[in-house]
């Protein structure tokens, strides 16, 4: 192996006392486990939620929530999911782990900040917690917080509710932009030597890219949060039409709900792929790692991952078909939505290809990595039926919607969250994952949410409007979609109790698990490469590695073992390029 | 095995799918990180004065809008502003000299004179304020508070920079330290700057 002595290797200080080091801690590694822990919190309680409501929807007679509560979990139970847990656990967990460890580097450049970033992470759930004690309650305008029913009484929690929501999101804005500060310049200035850019794992790329478009895209949430958030407080007029609520006119006149949302789509659309691109990474080191084969078309991956970048901030107005906007923009974004598919769909055949004539192993993360593939690809094909504005029209609004993004941007992400860390967890603690807890872990959670989600589809064709809380007085609803709704419930406990068995695997292996030992998957990349596991501070010890290849030599003709690690030297041969490696070795 | 693995150079001893040059530029370094972060920075500034431009270009078709008359002290302090990123480069050019004391007083004036563009920006506000257009009035007084504010709250921002880098200039700092905190200062001014031009060009043209 391959390792350069690194003049820097005593400017890292051990942190000695535990708070230094566990708290105020500035190791990327420990900042990675906080944000981790923070967001798999939060998404329990969000989780808690969804059951609930399901409760609701599958039962009422149980008359367990009314619909302010049933609107106030809802919007929560959203947004905690595609920002709290999913963003955080993607970019501040995975990115703030994985990044350096990946690229060879002691730790982020800005440890300080980044350690900030964390702190106001937390603060930010700490406020989103808080609005569930406030007067009124946490807000219940749905994920997308339209105005004006968002901050218009009537709507729950229309005055403290939503004031903690766009505090919350603002200070979150400011902990993800000094997060991907962070990890874009890593990226940029802190790879090993030989690491160039087109041999980081595709890991790296997906966080890479997806923390530029943080960078861009969280912006317009910040500003459509202060704009609202004057709306409610100082009365100006920059979304809220005239209006009269309950008999009474309100002070405003003249505001475009439609500019808020294009503002919140400017941004929730590249967020869609925020989450996704990392997922995208992940699962191909996953899937290349567990089928001992090279991830098929290494080039065409990394280039369909920017150019989903590129064109995700170009289809924010198929959210918008039914909005009032101009239709001849929704023939520009029905067109675009269609684009994006092309790079998308690149990457799912390159994972088929990946995994044909491979040696698979059905391990625990593989499992979890095939199933994101079969989840990605049904709920991506709904996407392109709800791309098209005349098919969108009808099926707007309904449960064909719910199913749609629940499939593509909740299910597919959360099975990427739990391979990777089954994949991760021998780096992180040492200890393996109990396989028979995971492989039960698996298979209730990828059949049970086909079990949840696969019906809503016909709900939705049917006609069954989303956002409802109660269906019970409708003529169009027939008794089979009430008994399906029951049905769907069920599952939904079933499934949500099923990650306490996650939990209880996670918390129980971190401490008695079987020893790993540092390359339990016998992988390539960098971080498995480590002196110690887990990762000491500094993560290299006295020497730095040097890369000497791609992340994905596995099965390499004429080569014994099945994987090369990334930081293994070329043959001396006598090609020009084994001298040149040659040289290079002699000067450092 | 992988069935289209290029077998044809055994002795390359992977199956990399391109050859790439070493071209390391070496373990990060301090100042050129602290720029390249402070540029990276500015992506997520500029998206969001950008946004906000647009903003105010779309809510501007709708029925209610009235033009809002500017007030004259935004182009005083305009003249602030300008003179206050002039002072950061005659200091920025004073550290990369290594004239301290030319720092010294380029700093100082740059300060003093962002915090004179920040009194200006309250008189106009006051102005505005005389004038009956307060905050909620109108959307192009709402626009015109928010935009300014925003930059404002960058600039108080900007000042803790510029004050953290007085501090370590009074005591004993390397010459490295100071040229890049001053540097980065300067940029950061310029930035600031650039954005305020084009705020006051949206405000001033698009009315």
Redesign the interface.
């Known amino acids: 192996m391959a390792y350069v002595p690194?003049?820097?290797a005593h400017a890292h200080h051990e942190p000695q006392s535990f708070v230094t080091k566990y708290i105020w801690s500035q190791d990327h590694k420990v900042i990675a486990i906080q944000y981790s822990l923070t967001a798999i919190a939060v998404g329990i309680v969000a989780l808690v939620l969804s059951g609930l409501m399901r409760v609701q929807l599958g039962m009422p007679e149980t008359d367990l929530v009314d619909a302010s509560a049933y609107y106030q979990f809802m919007t929560m139970h959203g947004m905690i999911m595609v920002v709290y847990l999913l963003t955080a656990l993607f970019l501040g967990g995975f990115g703030n782990y994985l990044i350096p460890l990946m690229l060879g580097a002691r730790d982020m450049?800005?440890p300080y900040v980044n350690m900030l970033s964390y702190w106001f992470y937390l603060l930010s759930v700490l406020v989103l917690m808080a609005s569930f004690f406030v007067p009124g309650g946490p807000t219940g305008a749905g994920w997308t917080l339209y105005p004006p029913q968002a901050i218009t009484g009537g709507t729950p929690g229309a005055g403290w509710g939503i004031l903690t929501m766009l505090l919350s999101l603002a200070i979150f804005i400011v902990a993800a932009?000094m997060g991907?500060?962070n990890y874009?310049?890593t990226v940029?200035?802190?790879r090993a030597?030989?690491m160039?850019l087109?041999?980081m794992p595709l890991t790296v790329w997906g966080i890479f890219i997806a923390s530029?478009m943080a960078?861009?895209?969280?912006?317009?949430l910040?500003?459509a949060a202060?704009?609202m958030f004057?709306d409610a407080t100082?009365?100006?007029?920059?979304f809220m039409p005239a209006i009269i609520a309950m008999g009474r006119e309100l002070?405003h006149?003249?505001?475009?709900p439609l500019?808020f949302q294009?503002?919140f789509w400017?941004f929730g659309h590249p967020e869609v792929y925020i989450v996704a691109l990392p997922a995208f990474g992940l699962v191909s080191d996953i899937i290349s790692t567990h089928a001992r084969?090279?991830i098929?078309g290494?080039?065409m991956m990394v280039w369909a991952i920017v150019i989903i970048g590129v064109l995700s901030f170009f289809v924010w107005a198929h959210h918008m078909y039914v909005s009032g906007m101009n239709l001849a923009f929704g023939f520009f974004f029905a067109i675009s939505t269609l684009v994006i598919a092309v790079p998308t769909a690149i990457k799912v055949y390159n994972w088929i290809l990946t995994l044909?004539?491979?040696d698979i192993h059905l391990t625990v993360p593989m499992l979890f990595a095939m199933g994101f593939l079969v989840t990605f690809v049904v709920g991506g094909l709904t996407g392109l039926f709800l791309g098209n504005v005349v098919v969108d029209i009808p099926l707007a609004d309904t449960y064909f919607v719910v199913a749609h993004f629940h499939m593509v941007m909740g299910v597919a992400p959360i099975l990427v969250v739990f391979g990777a860390i089954y994949h991760w967890f021998p780096k992180i603690t040492g200890r393996m994952m109990n396989d028979t807890l995971g492989q039960l872990h698996f298979w209730i959670t990828f059949l049970g949410t086909y079990i949840i989600f696969f019906p809503m589809h016909y709900l939705g064709v049917m006609g069954m409007p989303r956002r409802y809380y109660a269906y019970e007085d409708y003529e169009f609803i027939p008794q089979s979609a009430h008994d399906l709704n029951a049905f769907i419930t069920y599952a939904a406990l079933v499934v949500g109790l099923a990650q306490l068995l996650f939990l209880y695997n996670m918390f129980w292996s971190a401490f008695y698990g079987r020893p790993s030992g540092g390359n339990p998957w016998r992988a390539t990349g960098l971080e498995w490469q480590t002196p110690d596991t887990p990762p000491k501070h500094g993560n290299w010890g006295e020497k730095?590695p040097v890369v000497h290849?791609?992340p994905?030599?596995y099965?390499?003709?004429?080569?014994e073992q099945d994987f090369?690690p990334q930081n293994e030297p070329?043959?001396h041969?006598?090609?020009a390029?084994?001298e040149?490696h040659k040289a290079?070795e002699g000067r450092s | 095995m992988s069935f289209w693995v290029d077998r044809s150079h055994p002795e390359r001893g992977t199956i990399e799918p391109t050859r790439t040059g070493d071209r390391w530029p070496g373990p990060p370094e301090r100042p050129k990180l602290a720029m390249r972060g402070l540029l990276i920075l500015l992506l997520p500034l500029t998206s969001m004065f950008g946004l906000l431009i647009s903003a105010y270009v779309m809510r501007r078709h709708m029925g209610d809008w009235q033009p809002l008359p500017l007030p004259w002290q935004v182009w005083l302090s305009t003249v602030l502003l300008v003179l206050s990123s002039a002072g950061f480069e005659w200091a920025r050019r004073a550290a990369a000299a290594g004239w301290v004391d030319d720092v010294r007083r380029g700093l100082l004036v740059a300060g003093l004179l962002a915090l004179a563009f920040l009194g200006s920006q309250l008189w106009a506000w006051q102005q505005l304020q005389l004038a009956g257009l307060a905050v909620a009035t109108n959307p192009a007084s709402s626009f015109f508070t928010l935009m300014t504010g925003l930059h404002a709250v960058h600039l108080v921002a900007g000042l803790a920079a510029w004050f953290r880098t007085r501090a370590v200039l009074a005591g004993e700092a390397e010459p490295a330290t100071v040229q890049s905190m001053v540097q980065l200062c300067a940029w950061y001014w310029h930035f600031l700057l650039a954005v305020w031009l084009v705020l006051f060009g949206v405000l001033l043209f698009l009315a």
Do not use: C
């Open positions: 690194s003049a820097d450049v800005f932009t991907g500060l874009v310049t940029l200035q802190a030597r030989g160039t087109m041999r530029i960078l861009l895209a969280f912006p317009a910040l500003v202060i704009m004057l100082l009365g100006t007029s920059f002070p006149e003249g505001g475009s500019l294009h503002l400017f084969k090279n098929f290494y080039h044909w004539q491979a730095l290849r791609w994905y030599d099965n390499v003709p004429g080569v090369i070329r043959p041969s006598g090609t390029e084994g040149h290079e």
